[in-house]
C-alpha cells in the first residue's frame, strides 16, 4: 500500500493528512518533499495527522526527526497528531516520544499552535 499525503489549513495551520505507511523509499520521501514544500511556501505551523498510518520503520521514524528538525531550524513548529498504537509504541520505544508533540485531538492540536 503506497503511502498518499493531502493537505489542508486549519486556522493558520497545515494539517498533512497522512496514510498508509511511511517506510524506506517512497513512504519517507513522500513526507520529507510535502514537508519541504510547505516550509518552501513559509507555512510555518505544520501539523502532521497519522491517524491513518499503520506502519512505520526506522527510516520511517528517521523521517519524522528529520522533519521536526527541518521545521524547527525554520523558525516553525511541528506536531503529530492521532497515533495509532503501533505508531505510537514505537516512538515510546525509541525514546522519541518526548521530542515530539503530540495531540489526540485536532481542535486542540492547532490551538497549542504559538499564536
Known sequence: MTMKASTRQVD??????????????EGSVILRDTVR????????KILLNLGDVNYIDSSGIGELVSAFTTVR??????KLLK??????DLLQITKLYTVFDVK???AAAVKAFGR
Open 12 to 25: 493558520g495551520v497545515t494539517i498533512v493528512d497522512l496514510s498508509g505507511r511511511i517506510t524506506l523509499g
Open 37 to 44: 514544500e510547505l516550509i518552501g511556501k513559509g507555512n510555518k
Open 73 to 78: 531550524n525554520q523558525g516553525g513548529e511541528l
Open 83 to 88: 497515533l495509532t498504537k503501533k505508531v505510537h
Open 104 to 106: 489526540d485531538d485536532e
